[in-house]
Structures are given as C-alpha cells and as structure tokens.
C-alpha cells in the first residue's frame, strides 16, 4: 500500500482512481462497508483504490468540542492495509484546507490531484467550506465534471448507526464489549512497557506498565489479550490512579498469565475483550490482593470458555 503524506511530494496521481473520503477512525463496520465498496469498484473499472482521510481530525482544527480518537495514525494505516486498498493520502487537515469550497475540493484535489474516476463515501457525507457540501451537491459537481459518485448506507446494529462518536462514547464509560461490536474487533492500544512502581510485584502479581500514544484508555480492570512480537497472550489490564495507594498517577498495568520475561522497552498491544470491574479503594493491601485473585479467576474462566 502506497502511503502519501500531504501534497508535497507529488504534483498528480500516476493513474485514475477511484477514491473514498473519510476520517476512517476506528476503522468500524461502517467503514469497512465503504472499503469493501472502493476496492470493488477500482477493481471493476480498472482504477487504483485511494483512501482520503484527514490528520489532524478536522474537529481538532474547526470543533469547539475535543475529539479523542480510536486510534493513532498508525494503528488506521495499519487497518487500511488490511482492507486491501491501493493507496492512502494523509491530508494534513489545517485553516487553509478548510476553506476550500466544495467546488473546489472536488475539482482542484479529488479531480486535477488525484485523477479521481469514481467517488465513495458514506450517505452522510459533508464537504468543503463550513461544510456545506452534502451528497447532493457531490453528485451534481460530479455529474459536471464526468465523476461518478456512489454512496454506501449507514451500517446499523440494533436500531442504532454505527458510528465513531457511538464508539467513542461506549470505550469512555468502559463498554468495551459494545464498542467491540460496532468496531468488529476487540478494541485496541498500543505502547511501550516501561518501568512502574513494582507495587504489582511485590503484591504477588507482576505487571508490565505500557506508555501509550492513545487518546481513549478506558477506565477500570479488563480482560485483555497482549500481543508481544506477534504472539498473543492472556491478560489482565487495569487502567486508572490505583486509588488504594492514594491515586498517584493514570497508569496502564497489565498482567500477562504465565509470562515471566523482561520487556522494558518493548512494543505491546492490548486488546480489550470485556470490563471486569471499576477501580475501587480497598481498606488494605490483603483485602486487594483478593479481589485481584478474583480478578484473575474471571479472566481464567473467560479464556476457558473461549477456547471450549
């Protein structure tokens, strides 16, 4: 997959494409309708697939809100690597961006730029200043300029539109699991272990403690899988200010099952599967130690069931 980052390292697309246009966070259901649609539609009409997504998110730039992301940029180069298409053009969203007009974001990048045949996007697309492009107007100005313009229907899942606001909301109160099913994978981090406290080591359970660059940790003891140089283990990850010893700092502490290597330094990722509890203030370093072992027997019990 070709990855290009802003319009500087090319004055035009080498071949016509067809091209999807989306942030493309969290890579959910949603998207990958989208996906599935671009790479079909390249592979019919002969063009090259090419995903148009955005970093910064634009709501960071434009928004009066904040907008915390599913994944790092590349966690979703990674996803659209899997999705089988051709190539990504990272657009470093920013004010001058913003004020293309619908007329001239179709004509000036998705036409002159990207040699773009065919358009793909979702029904709720929006586009150009403040805007005030929707679907509509992307078939007219297609239509004027030869582009043929399709549009792929909201995915829902039990009533509700699949969405990365719905996902995001579901992650931020530790709903792991819904989140899991609108996403079509376990939810994700990823970091570096480095060196905590030891306080899990001395309790009796080891924890690798992992700087990570995502925006959404959520909160409280889950049963994750860590993935460390591409194999996967069982685990258990607690995420929050381990208010037993005084809420000293946010951290993310995983503990893998009969694991006993050193790692500092290394890359790991956690795949969230489902929430045990919330962090809780326990009266004493006994009292935590066992709930922490019944912590573990879930997890135990989950992955047995798992592999039955």
């Known amino acids: 997959m070709q990855i290009l980052r802003g319009f500087t390292h090319f004055s035009r697309f080498s071949r016509p494409t067809a091209v999807a246009i989306g942030n493309f966070d969290g890579l959910h259901l949603g998207h990958k309708a989208i996906l599935h649609a671009l790479v079909e539609r390249a592979h019919a009409g002969g063009l090259c697939?090419?995903?148009?997504?955005f970093s910064p998110h634009p709501e960071k730039v434009l928004g009066q809100r904040r907008v915390a992301m599913i994944q790092t940029l590349p966690q979703r180069l990674a996803g659209l690597r899997k999705s089988g298409v051709q190539a990504v053009l990272v657009v470093p969203f920013g004010q001058a961006f913003s004020r293309l007009?619908?007329?001239?974001?179709?004509?000036?990048?998705?036409?002159?730029?990207?040699?773009a045949k065919e358009i793909i996007v979702g029904e709720n697309f929006r586009f150009g200043l403040n805007r005030q492009g929707d679907i509509e107007e992307l078939r007219r100005l297609g239509r004027k300029h030869g582009v043929i313009v399709h549009s792929v229907p909201q995915v829902k899942s039990k009533g509700r539109a699949v969405s990365s606001s719905l996902i995001r909301s579901f992650l931020f109160e530790g709903k792991v699991q819904e989140a899991n099913a609108l996403l079509g994978y376990p939810y994700e981090i990823e970091g570096k272990v480095i060196k905590g406290?030891?306080?899990?080591?001395?309790?009796?359970?080891?924890?690798a403690?992992?700087?990570?660059?995502?925006?959404?940790t959520p909160e409280g003891v889950f049963i994750t899988a860590a993935t460390l140089s591409r194999q996967t283990y069982p685990s258990v990850t607690n995420i929050g200010f381990r208010p037993t010893f005084g809420?000293?700092?946010?951290?993310?502490?995983?503990?893998?099952?009969?694991f006993n290597r050193s790692i500092y330094g290394k890359r790991i990722r956690l795949g969230f599967l489902k929430k045990i509890r919330d962090e809780k203030v326990f009266s004493s370093q006994n009292a935590l130690v066992r709930q922490v072992s019944k912590d573990m027997k879930v997890a135990q019990d989950f992955f047995k069931k798992s592999k039955g």
């Open 197 to 207: 406290s030891s306080r899990g080591a001395s309790l009796g359970f080891p924890t």
């Open 49 to 53: 697939s090419l995903v148009l997504t």
């Open 247 to 258: 809420r000293d700092r946010f951290q993310v502490e995983t503990f893998i099952f009969g």
């Open 101 to 115: 007009t619908s007329q001239e974001f179709l004509k000036d990048i998705l036409i002159s730029l990207l040699g």
């Open 209 to 216: 403690n992992i700087l990570t660059a995502n925006e959404i």
